[in-house]
């Protein structure tokens, strides 16, 4: 069965330093792996996904996350953290079925001190 | 092009009522969802259709109830009102052509508390 685990339930990081948020899933099959970020009283918005090809796969507002497919692993990485970023970040697996739908680990908050 | 809405945005019921909440989207989208996500925990689908008149269960459909005459609209209906139905609900919508590799669309939640 499909299953998504973000290990770090809540993260700080100083403005400007960089960030890394782990993803570990379990997909019998090539996964399909997003990540979401929630802004607090928000939707969810994607900031990136893999499916194929390059392993490092860029995304909006400066993210990137690398699939690594023998650590189970497609972590979100940012560079230099803006105050902007605080918010929940949501890692998913898509699934093959009737829906082709998704399913989400816990998510990890993060929040950034000036 | 106002993507994926939602209302209420917030609600409290009292335990027996009943409710429904309402999704639109207007991108033509085929696939629609109904999420949960309860405080510490990750979304969980509820219901999902793949077409007007075309409805199924997710992973925790019990005490739910949907309907989808309309490609647009996506209503979810709780009938019942228990406390375990304290939530934020987020409905989403897939670009047309249902595949994994499509973006889903969230709304921006109804945050409903059962007491």
């Known amino acids: 069965a499909q299953s998504v685990t973000q290990p770090d339930i809540h993260i700080t990081v100083s403005e400007g330093a960089s960030l890394e948020l782990r993803c570990n899933y379990s997909?019998?099959?090539?996964?399909?792996l997003f990540w979401y970020v929630q802004s607090p009283g928000q939707g969810l918005q994607l900031l990136l996904k893999y499916f194929s090809g390059d392993t490092l796969v860029q995304g909006i507002k400066g993210f990137e996350a690398e699939f690594k497919r023998s650590q189970s692993s497609f972590n979100l990485r940012k560079p230099s953290v803006h105050w902007s970023d605080a918010a929940e970040y949501f890692c998913?697996?898509?699934?093959?079925?009737?829906?082709?739908?998704?399913?989400f680990g816990t998510g990890t908050r993060l929040t950034v001190i000036p | 092009n106002a993507g994926v809405t939602q209302t209420p945005k917030f609600r409290i019921l009292k335990i027996g009522q009943s409710m429904t909440l309402q999704c639109a989207q207007d991108?033509?989208?085929?696939?629609m969802y109904w999420y949960r996500q309860d405080p510490g925990m990750g979304l969980k689908l509820i219901y999902y259709?793949?077409?007007?008149?075309?409805?199924d269960k997710g992973e925790v459909p019990n005490g739910y109830n949907v309907s989808r005459s309309t490609t647009e609209d996506f209503p979810l209906r709780l009938e019942l009102a228990a406390p375990s139905q304290t939530s934020v609900y987020f409905c989403?919508?897939?670009?047309?052509?249902?595949?994994?590799?499509?973006?889903?669309?969230f709304g921006p939640g109804t945050r409903l508390t059962v007491l």
């Open positions: 998913a697996v898509g699934a093959y079925g009737g829906a082709n739908n998704l399913f």
């Open positions: 259709s793949v077409g007007a008149g075309i409805t």
């Open positions: 997909y019998g099959a090539t996964p399909y």
């Open positions: 991108m033509n989208h085929n696939y």
């Open positions: 989403a919508s897939r670009t047309p052509t249902g595949q994994l590799t499509d973006t889903q669309y």
